[in-house]
């Protein structure tokens, strides 16, 4: 779309335009339609005008807008006068303002903010403790509910096995709990480092990778035989070969040791929530998709099952069916950066519908959620009477093809002809864990336009996996999965957090932001932040609009 624009005072208008939100993606003037895109990141940017499909331009004039046909002529441009007078008026006259919806009266919906990833140093020790306890007190000032942090296993049980170091896990709590904030920990039982959004490197425990360096097959590896270091394969949640100890045991004695430590902040009530970690940054899947491994979105990731442990549990189911030739991964299912209709494993009526694709499918994300029960199991043993939690990532790539092929490298089967979060859904309600899940603020049509050969549908995949929660009666949380600052993300977290009209009511538990930084806590950044805050839970925002029109004359004057 052309947007010529030579006056102040109409680019004025559309620059207060693009930071308003819209219920309907369009709007109309005369026959053609036009959007305005409102996902400017950078105050001050012009913000990025798209066409919605139709074949016109609108031309800003000095005093007029005009609609130009794909023929070059005017749309308004015959004897009709009412045509002409139609299109011959100023922006913010033609197009209808839209209210935001008011929440006022809404459920409560808790608010967290992650802390930074390198809060804790390797040596265990609070970083800049008096700067987090200054941004720690600007967040309560606003009612922020409390805060969420990883307890990094390659921290606290870097050297030795069953020797543990909380000392600067210690401090920071009582930090939180002296300013009157909540916490969420999350047990992460993850390499950080290589991912999206990750500005540190905290390994695995030294002594885990030279266990690692004698047995290679204790972390996942792809059919080429690359290892991924980020957690160590579900194989070996049953064999002892962690210095004596399964992966399961290992994992229980790190829950257990974490909550006869901190036995006062869970008394107290200070600690409100465990999340547990399942796998790769903390979530339950595969690390299908590692950036290490040269993998760049939207590519649809590879089969993570080629260590020697799930090797020879995929060869005895396929024993157990009866067809030993089918215990092999496939092999015709590409590589990580592939498209799905370049595989004849994932492309539409490809073999992941055979019958050795769906045992294989089967057989695979089976593994993924044998391994979410058996440690939610131990989890609830360590933690019993607090509520625990589990995360899932939002895989949205993909979404709109028949195969889901990003989905099942991850280990969700879930093609367009089958429900895999349901499955899980039933696991989680099991253990009696709630669900987080992420992306709640990304836009199906944003993703559209930034990358429409990844045919991406993050709504639709959050709709159905919320739903496949709230159906089991299992409580419901998410968190963004990259940085917010703007309204339109924020309303986007606010549609799903609280769906309009639902007939049963349903709404999140509770809301974890990713994540503080001196960027959140820029003022006009900040200001946005505060409003949302207010919004999830359930406080009048009456300035919500003059809040936008103060926006729009700062970013013109």
């Keep these: 779309m052309a947007i010529n624009v030579s006056s102040p005072e109409l680019l004025r208008r559309f620059t207060t335009l693009s930071t308003r939100n819209y219920a309907s993606p369009a709007f109309s003037v005369a026959a053609p339609l036009l959007s305005v895109n409102s996902n400017c990141r950078s105050i001050g940017k012009p913000c990025k005008l798209r066409e919605s499909g139709v074949r016109s331009r609108a031309i800003v004039g000095d005093t007029e807008l005009k609609i130009e046909e794909e023929d070059g002529s005017l749309l308004g441009d015959d004897d009709s006068a009412e045509a002409s007078s139609s299109v011959h008026k100023p922006v913010d006259e033609i197009i209808p303002k839209v209210q935001e919806r008011d929440f006022t009266g809404t459920p409560y919906v808790p608010i967290y903010v992650m802390l930074p990833l390198g809060t804790i140093s390797m040596d265990c020790q609070l970083v800049d403790a008096d700067e987090l306890i200054n941004h720690l007190r600007i967040l309560k000032s606003i009612n922020v509910d409390g805060v969420m942090v990883d307890c990094w296993w390659g921290i606290v049980e870097a050297n030795a096995p069953q020797q543990y170091n909380w000392s600067g896990y210690r401090k920071l709590f009582q930090i939180v709990r002296d300013l009157n904030l909540k916490l969420q920990v999350v047990m992460s039982f993850h390499e950080c480092g290589g991912n999206v959004g990750d500005d540190v490197h905290i390994p695995l425990p030294q002594w885990v990778i030279e266990v690692g360096s004698k047995n290679p097959d204790i972390f996942f590896m792809d059919r080429d035989g690359r290892q991924n270091f980020e957690c160590l394969t579900w194989g070996i949640d049953k064999e002892r070969v962690l210095r004596g100890r399964t992966a399961l045991e290992v994992y229980f004695d790190y829950m257990r040791s974490f909550r006869v430590e901190f036995d006062e902040f869970f008394e107290d009530g200070v600690i409100t929530e465990i999340e547990i970690g399942l796998g790769p940054c903390g979530e339950l899947r595969y690390p299908s998709y590692p950036a290490k491994h040269g993998w760049k979105y939207p590519g649809i990731g590879e089969f993570q099952c080629y260590d020697k442990y799930l090797m020879k549990s995929l060869k005895k189911a396929s024993e157990v069916r009866g067809h030993s030739f089918w215990g092999e991964g496939p092999e015709n299912a590409g590589t990580y950066n592939c498209k799905p209709q370049e595989t004849k494993f994932f492309s539409d009526g490809g073999d992941y519908d055979s019958y050795y694709g769906r045992f294989f499918l089967n057989w695979y994300s089976q593994v993924l959620i044998d391994h979410g029960d058996r440690v939610l199991t131990f989890a609830n043993l360590a933690f019993e009477g607090t509520p625990i939690a589990a995360k899932l990532s939002g895989i949205h790539w993909w979404y709109k093809t028949a195969s889901h092929a990003a989905e099942l490298t991850a280990g969700f089967y879930n093609p367009a002809n089958r429900d895999g979060y349901a499955p899980i859904a039933s696991v989680l309600k099991k253990h009696e864990t709630a669900l987080n899940f992420t992306c709640v603020e990304l836009r ?114």
């Design 444 to 557: 199906t049509m944003d993703q559209h336009e930034d990358f429409p050969e990844a045919l991406a549908d993050p709504e639709g995949l959050v709709w159905q996996v919320l739903n496949a929660a709230w159906d089991v009666g299992i409580p419901v949380a998410s968190e963004n999965a990259l940085p917010c600052y703007d309204r339109e993300g924020y309303n986007k977290i606010l549609e799903n957090a609280k769906p309009f009209n639902d007939p049963d009511g349903r709404h999140l538990s509770a809301f974890t932001y990713l994540r503080l930084s001196q960027d959140l806590i820029e003022e006009r950044n900040f200001v946005e932040f505060e409003q949302f805050v207010k919004r999830m839970h359930g406080d009048s925002v009456p300035d919500l609009e003059h809040c936008l029109e103060e926006e729009a004359r700062t970013v013109d004057e």
